[in-house]
């Protein structure tokens, strides 16, 4: 599979996107909180969108409604240009930021074939394919580990290889290393952008961390609270990135000032 660069994106962004939502807003019942207000916003195949903003902007929200785990009180969500229904299904896959998603009962190796299982592969070809996604996460050397013999970051690296099991269109990742130390938390980022290097996945991904949105993404999405809304959509330079240029530093900065205004 070729692998896309910042160019192929951006061509990609002059057509069709994948998950479009069209004047989303959300709020909860007779509480009348109004979480999320007229979101457009669009998502183009193999990027990495980042949504970064301070709790309670509707962050979680809005990828939860992607998701189709809940419902838009207003508006339209769309994949591949076809409303999406009110069941949640495999085409949008969610990684929470529990480190406790795998099933602690099987193996690492278990949980991916599950998923496989669940996927359709043929049965034949289940227990190779459950290989090679444990290699391409780094885990190859785990696959007869329970979940509770992993330390947290293992964990949520076997639950990206369970989630690829199932190749969704969409993998919806809710800040999956918001519970980690600052150092693991850095080298699962590039992990993960190892991991999207060889197999590209239209990701979106959910921080209120500025340094991993510029890390990770190839457009920020800054959304201010009270009622949630996007504030502005940046986009980033190609990468490899370094943080020391005066074009990254200079991003940070009006990052930070964007986020000061919440």
């Given at each position: 599979m070729d692998i896309p660069t910042s160019a192929d994106i951006s061509t990609q962004r002059q057509t069709a996107a994948l998950v479009e939502l069209r004047d989303v807003s959300k709020d909860f019942g007779?509480?009348?909180l109004l979480a999320l207000k007229s979101i457009n916003l669009k998502v183009y195949p193999n990027e990495i969108l980042t949504l970064l903003g301070p709790s309670g902007c509707?962050?979680?929200?809005?990828?939860?409604?992607?998701?189709?785990?809940?419902?838009?009180?207003?508006?339209?969500?769309?994949?591949m240009g076809k409303q999406i229904s009110g069941i949640p299904g495999p085409q949008c896959f969610v990684i929470f930021q529990d480190l406790d998603q795998l099933f602690p009962w099987r193996t690492l190796q278990g949980n991916v074939m599950y998923a496989l299982r669940r996927g359709g592969i043929a049965k034949e070809q289940i227990s190779e394919r459950a290989a090679e996604l444990l290699a391409l996460v780094g885990l190859e050397a785990f696959a007869g580990s329970y979940p509770h013999q992993l330390s947290g970051g293992m964990?949520?690296?076997g639950a990206i290889a369970r989630a690829l099991a199932l190749d969704p269109l969409v993998l919806l990742m809710d800040e999956p290393f918001g519970s980690l130390d600052a150092i693991t938390r850095r080298?699962?980022?590039?992990?993960?952008?190892?991991?999207?290097?060889?197999v590209p996945k239209t990701t979106v991904f959910v921080t209120h961390s500025i340094q991993e949105a510029v890390l990770l993404g190839d457009r920020v999405v800054v959304m201010g609270s009270r009622p949630g809304s996007i504030m502005e959509i940046v986009?980033?330079?190609?990468?490899?990135?370094?943080?020391?240029s005066p074009q990254i530093v200079g991003l940070i900065q009006r990052l930070e000032t964007l986020l000061e205004v919440t």
């Open positions: 007779t509480s009348k509707g962050k979680s929200t809005l990828l939860r409604i992607i998701a189709a785990l809940e419902h838009p009180s207003s508006g339209l969500v769309l994949l964990k949520q690296r080298r699962l980022g590039n992990s993960l952008l190892d991991i999207w290097s060889r986009t980033l330079p190609p990468r490899p990135r370094d943080f020391a």
